[in-house]
């Protein structure tokens, strides 16, 4: 079968996978495409955390299994080689004897990391690796930081001026971007794994961190409050949500509300160490200024979407420096939103 082809079914894999955003974590987004003599037999994709993936969700709205042993699957990330929640799907696509198998990119995961391929090979069936590799790189960018790199995947956001700033002298920011961008933001907090703010985002924006303008599940919230100067009926702690509050003074532990100490110094790279050790794969931070910044100077961060609205404030807080060009600039209803990315994954914009 010719790279045409190949691409071109691979794409409908990659766009399966995507359905499963915010619902499979910490698991990649997997898709997979089975083709009978140039027709699609079966799809599916990894639908939600714990249950079946790609491959077997494919098979299974297979009509006529026969034809498998004829037909090529193209999945967008290797097949899993090891126990985890399910079985092996390499095992499955050896069971049902599959003449070829299309893969985007090879699983840096280490408890598979080659094992599938490798199983599939030995089985006799054909296995091509690297078909839109860079676009399933792009996909699965969150589990191929926190497996890589050993640490979420960071993106930055905020809305500033047209002059510069994120707040007023007293703090306030409402409204500096319209109703469209901050439903945007709501889609936006749907689909990672937390949400961060520091101490004076929380005490003056009051803000819930949840999921209202948009279906989809609420992010764990996060929050730095070092000297434990919040108030305790801040909406972050109403543990409707799970929250975790990083402070350099204790440890506790309520329902939904969890009190973590970190060192005054290194309090960032104590955090990222915590939450690399509970799995979360994705975190959206959403200020302040300081946090922002903070991440900024010291690298800890994958891409950043910032909204300039039409208000201007003349003075009051800046807005955080990131020292490089936009990647994307797009209108949201007169909002400029401006996408950073950095070259991780050299990521092609939409």
């Given at each position: 079968?010719?790279?045409s082809?190949?691409?071109?079914?691979?794409?409908?894999?990659?766009?399966?996978?995507?359905?499963?955003?915010?619902?499979?974590?910490?698991?990649?987004?997997a898709?997979?495409?089975?083709?009978?003599?140039?027709?699609?037999?079966?799809?599916?994709?990894?639908?939600?955390?714990?249950?079946?993936?790609?491959?077997?969700?494919?098979?299974?709205?297979?009509?006529?299994?026969?034809?498998?042993?004829?037909?090529?699957?193209?999945?967008t990330?290797?097949?899993?080689?090891?126990?985890?929640?399910?079985?092996?799907?390499?095992?499955?696509?050896?069971?049902?004897?599959?003449?070829?198998?299309?893969?985007?990119?090879?699983?840096?995961?280490?408890?598979?990391?080659?094992?599938?391929?490798k199983?599939?090979?030995?089985?006799?069936?054909?296995?091509?690796?690297?078909?839109?590799?860079?676009e399933?790189?792009?996909?699965?960018?969150?589990?191929?930081?926190?497996?890589?790199?050993?640490?979420?995947?960071?993106?930055?956001?905020?809305a500033?001026?047209?002059?510069?700033?994120?707040?007023?002298?007293?703090?306030d920011?409402?409204?500096?971007?319209?109703?469209?961008?901050?439903?945007?933001?709501?889609k936006?907090?749907?689909?990672?794994?937390?949400?961060?703010?520091?101490?004076?985002?929380?005490?003056?924006?009051?803000?819930?961190?949840?999921?209202?303008?948009?279906?989809?599940?609420?992010?764990?919230?996060?929050?730095?409050?070092?000297?434990?100067?919040?108030?305790?009926?801040?909406?972050?702690?109403?543990?409707?949500?799970?929250?975790?509050?990083?402070?350099?003074?204790?440890?506790?532990?309520e329902?939904?509300?969890?009190?973590?100490?970190?060192?005054?110094?290194?309090?960032?790279?104590?955090?990222?160490?915590?939450?690399?050790?509970?799995?979360?794969?994705?975190?959206?931070?959403?200020g302040?200024?300081?946090?922002?910044?903070?991440?900024?100077?010291?690298?800890?961060?994958?891409?950043?979407?910032?909204?300039?609205?039409?208000?201007?404030?003349?003075?009051?807080?800046?807005?955080?420096?990131?020292?490089?060009?936009?990647?994307?600039?797009?209108?949201?209803?007169?909002?400029?939103?401006?996408?950073?990315?950095?070259?991780?994954?050299?990521?092609?914009?939409k």
């Amino acid at each position: 079968m010719n790279n045409s082809i190949d691409e071109k079914y691979m794409q409908r894999a990659l766009e399966l996978a995507e359905r499963g955003i915010g619902s499979v974590s910490p698991n990649p987004m997997a898709g997979c495409v089975i083709v009978h003599h140039n027709q699609i037999i079966g799809e599916g994709w990894h639908e939600k955390y714990g249950g079946a993936h790609a491959e077997v969700n494919a098979i299974k709205n297979v009509k006529n299994k026969t034809l498998l042993k004829e037909s090529t699957a193209y999945v967008t990330l290797e097949p899993c080689a090891h126990f985890g929640k399910t079985p092996p799907c390499a095992d499955l696509l050896i069971k049902h004897k599959l003449k070829r198998v299309v893969i985007a990119n090879q699983d840096s995961f280490p408890l598979v990391n080659g094992g599938g391929i490798k199983k599939l090979t030995d089985a006799g069936i054909e296995v091509e690796v690297g078909v839109l590799s860079e676009e399933g790189r792009v996909l699965n960018k969150r589990f191929f930081t926190r497996v890589e790199k050993k640490r979420p995947y960071v993106i930055l956001k905020w809305a500033q001026t047209v002059d510069g700033f994120v707040a007023r002298e007293n703090y306030d920011s409402k409204w500096i971007s319209n109703a469209y961008s901050r439903k945007l933001v709501h889609k936006w907090r749907a689909e990672e794994d937390a949400i961060w703010v520091g101490t004076n985002t929380a005490k003056y924006d009051n803000p819930k961190l949840n999921v209202r303008d948009w279906q989809g599940s609420d992010p764990i919230r996060l929050v730095i409050d070092k000297q434990l100067s919040l108030d305790v009926n801040t909406p972050l702690f109403d543990q409707e949500t799970p929250t975790i509050c990083y402070n350099a003074k204790k440890n506790d532990k309520e329902v939904n509300l969890e009190w973590v100490k970190i060192d005054n110094v290194q309090w960032l790279d104590e955090i990222f160490l915590d939450l690399r050790q509970r799995g979360i794969q994705s975190v959206l931070v959403e200020g302040g200024a300081y946090l922002l910044q903070s991440l900024i100077d010291q690298d800890y961060w994958d891409e950043a979407r910032v909204f300039t609205g039409s208000p201007s404030f003349t003075k009051g807080i800046k807005a955080p420096d990131l020292k490089v060009i936009a990647n994307e600039t797009l209108n949201v209803e007169g909002d400029k939103l401006e996408l950073f990315y950095k070259d991780t994954f050299n990521i092609v914009c939409k």
